[in-house]
């Protein structure tokens, strides 16, 4: 029986790569979708992490949720809430008219990103 996990980290994997390909991009970067995909990684992961861990999770992109249910499993995350509070913010505010990202916070949403895909890789057991 396959990992139901494996969907979420190849989705977070996709993520990844957009988030890190725009933040490349030479002409005319998108930094809202750079914000918006580092977010979108990141919350995949933490839900791959959850069903590992056989946390039910409703419908939900709150990275502060997931992370409650993660802390469960890994106490000492519970530190980092206020960094997904502001990647969660960043990703959902930058895609409204009026607001945008800037470079400096997508390059900030893509260390977030990186950190988390680190250690989320790790507690899943992946290289």
């Known amino acids: 029986m396959p990992d139901p996990s ?40 933490l839900k791959a992490f959850l069903i590992r861990r056989g946390e039910a999770f409703p419908r939900t992109h709150d990275l502060r949720f997931l992370l409650d249910l993660a802390v469960r499993h890994v106490s000492e ?7 997904l509070s502001w990647l969660s913010f960043s990703a959902v505010e930058a895609r409204y008219p009026g607001e945008a990202a800037t ?13 988390w895909r680190a250690r989320l890789r790790i507690a899943l057991g992946l290289p």
């Open 77 to 83: 995350w519970r530190e980092k809430r206020e960094e």
């Open 103 to 115: 470079r400096e916070e997508a390059e900030r949403a893509v260390e977030i990103m990186r950190q």
């Open 6 to 45: 494996e969907g979420w980290v190849k989705k977070a994997e996709g993520d990844v790569r957009t988030a890190l390909r725009e933040l490349a991009a030479a002409q005319d970067p998108n930094w809202d979708a750079v914000c918006f995909h580092a977010q979108q990684a990141v919350e995949k992961y």
